[in-house]
């Protein structure tokens, strides 16, 4: 029978060690004996004592080689969890050649997700190069042929829109792999509301943030401004005049709140708005996969997104990601 | 009005100009970051549309020197970079719009006469003053109603004076703002065009300020 867990072999080994030992005892004091007849009937209290002694002191040697394997599960887990992104401490000879192996692992699969990364980007951008030139070919198509150009711009549209989603999906997935680093949520909010307030500035809407500057996320910053960008710039194209930003800490989570005063989304809809492709009014020139991207990115971390009624009369957005 | 257009990409490059000088402006283009440094130093410009991806310098690069130096000519970045992360380093690095590739032409457009417009401190997209009107999102100047058909030159002339209407305009300045680089300016000086305008649209519209240069007449905008 093969012993899988360390502990019995480990037990195991102990007792049948005892017991050769045991026996060899019993045979030597079987000789001593009749060697020297005298020694018979004297007992020895210190002895068994001693005995005793030496038995707790091998229990505990043995617990603490074993106890190594704790604080490693541990560290893994965290690795895991993108919290770390080594395995880091010190263990027993026999288990850090496999920890050293295992770091070097990592970092060499880290650097492979990078490469992946960066060709991802690579083929991205230069993908659009083209498509930026088709479109104009298109426009210029409008006066001759109005729905070829049509046709050919939305195809367009639609290309752009899968290479901005995956391209969005491969970056967080290689800053998944490394571990997420704690953002400051006021700090990135307040660069993005900068940025509406330019791009959106025709509308001349109020945006108002309302986030305690303390307030930590443990989502990799280009993640953190890809999900709050999405959901800003949406809510900037169908606001009247008013966007709220909000966040607090619940528990181990932080909830952050869009919210717009336009004409929000039907209960019946909102479902549909964050699966990939929906868009809930063709009307509005927009990436029909950035609440998918938005939705794909906080499960990523762990998060959720949930759509429902703002009391300032448009489309409430609640951002569940994890707190740092 | 006079743009800049920063684009490595020849034909893409090609295309803008051909919209934009369409669109009634004075247009020059820049294949990388040295030469759109240079004619930012030495022209002047109402709007710029920049790319990001340059050979040589870094289209952010460029513009935040730029914003160090004091130029405040509006950016409009024009960029294959489209994720929010970029989009915020671009306008904290001083631009003051930013399209993603691939965009629509109408929409680049809309947007750099907008930023024109704002700069100048007007809100709608029709200047009025009197009987005269002229729509910037169609290029079109209406006298009471009635079309005026202008060249471009003219166009570019009057659109000018109209968004600096609180002020008087000195030659030299229309000057810079209605000619692309290239072109020969001798053969057709401003005074030829303020002239014409007059003949067209009638004499009372265009002041001459003398020893300043010229301002549009009438309150209303």
Redesign the interface.
């Known amino acids: 029978m093969i012993l899988r867990s360390l502990r019995s072999r480990w037990i195991c080994a102990s007792i049948l060690w005892t017991a050769g030992l045991l026996l060899i005892m019993h045979m030597l004091s079987i000789l001593l004996i009749r060697a020297l007849p005298s020694l018979r009937g004297v007992h020895s209290v210190g002895a068994v004592f001693a005995g005793l002694l030496m038995m707790i002191a091998g229990f505990i040697f043995a617990r603490r080689g074993l106890a190594a394997f704790s604080p490693l599960r541990q560290r893994l887990a965290a690795v895991r969890k993108r919290e770390a992104s080594l395995v880091e401490g010190l263990y027993p000879t026999e288990v850090q050649p496999l920890v050293d192996e295992l770091n070097a692992l990592l970092a060499e699969r880290e650097k492979a997700v990078e490469r992946a990364q960066r060709t991802a980007a690579d083929l991205?951008?230069?993908l659009?190069?083209p498509?930026?030139?088709?479109?104009?070919?298109a426009?210029?198509l409008t006066a001759g042929n109005p729905q070829l150009s049509d046709n050919i711009?939305r195809q367009?549209?639609r290309m752009?829109q899968h290479v901005?989603y995956h391209?969005?999906r491969a970056?967080a997935a290689a800053s998944g792999s490394r571990g997420a680093g704690p953002s400051p949520l006021a700090e990135r909010a307040a660069?993005?509301l900068?940025?509406m307030s330019?791009?959106h500035?025709?509308k001349g809407l109020t945006l108002v943030q309302s986030i305690p500057p303390s307030l930590l996320v443990r989502v990799q910053?280009?993640d953190l401004?890809?999900m709050?960008?999405?959901l800003l710039?949406n809510a900037c194209k169908w606001a009247c005049g008013r966007v709220s930003l909000s966040a607090e800490r619940v528990a181990s989570t932080v909830e952050i709140v869009i919210e717009d005063d336009g004409p929000g989304i039907a209960p019946d809809l909102r479902a549909r708005v964050l699966g990939r492709g929906v868009r809930a009014d063709q009307s509005k020139?927009g990436s029909g996969l950035g609440l998918a991207i938005v939705r794909d990115l906080a499960e990523l971390y762990g998060g959720a997104i949930h759509l429902s009624d703002s009391p300032l009369g448009g489309l409430k957005v609640r951002l569940l990601t994890p707190g740092a | 009005m006079r743009v800049l257009i920063v684009e490595d990409e020849a034909s893409l490059a090609r295309q803008l100009w051909a919209s934009f000088s369409e669109a009634g402006y004075a247009v020059d283009t820049a294949p990388g970051g040295q030469q759109a440094d240079l004619l930012v130093h030495s022209e002047t410009y109402d709007a710029i549309l920049l790319d990001l991806g340059l050979p040589g310098v870094d289209g952010l690069t460029l513009l935040r020197r730029w914003r160090r130096s004091g130029i405040a000519t509006p950016v409009l970045i024009l960029t294959a970079r489209g994720s929010w992360h970029e989009k915020v380093e671009g306008i904290d690095g001083g631009a003051d719009d930013y399209v993603a590739k691939p965009f629509r032409v109408e929409e680049v457009l809309a947007r750099i006469r907008a930023l024109i417009r704002r700069t100048a401190g007007i809100v709608q997209s029709e200047l009025r003053c009197g009987a005269l009107s002229l729509d910037t999102s169609a290029a079109r100047v209406t006298l009471d109603g009635a079309v005026v058909k202008l060249t471009s030159h003219e166009y570019r002339v009057l659109a000018y004076l109209m968004h600096h209407r609180r002020r008087v305009v000195s030659r030299t300045e229309l000057t810079e703002h209605i000619y692309a680089q290239d072109f020969d300016r001798d053969s057709n000086t401003v005074e030829v065009f303020i002239a014409r305008l007059r003949r067209k649209l009638g004499a009372e519209f265009i002041q001459t300020v003398r020893g300043l240069g010229y301002r549009i007449a009438g309150e209303d905008i």
């Open positions: 991205a951008h230069e659009k190069t498509l930026a030139l088709l479109m104009q070919e426009e210029r711009t367009v549209e752009t901005n391209l969005a970056r660069a993005l900068r940025t330019k791009l500035a025709e910053q280009e401004d890809e709050l960008g999405n710039d020139p």
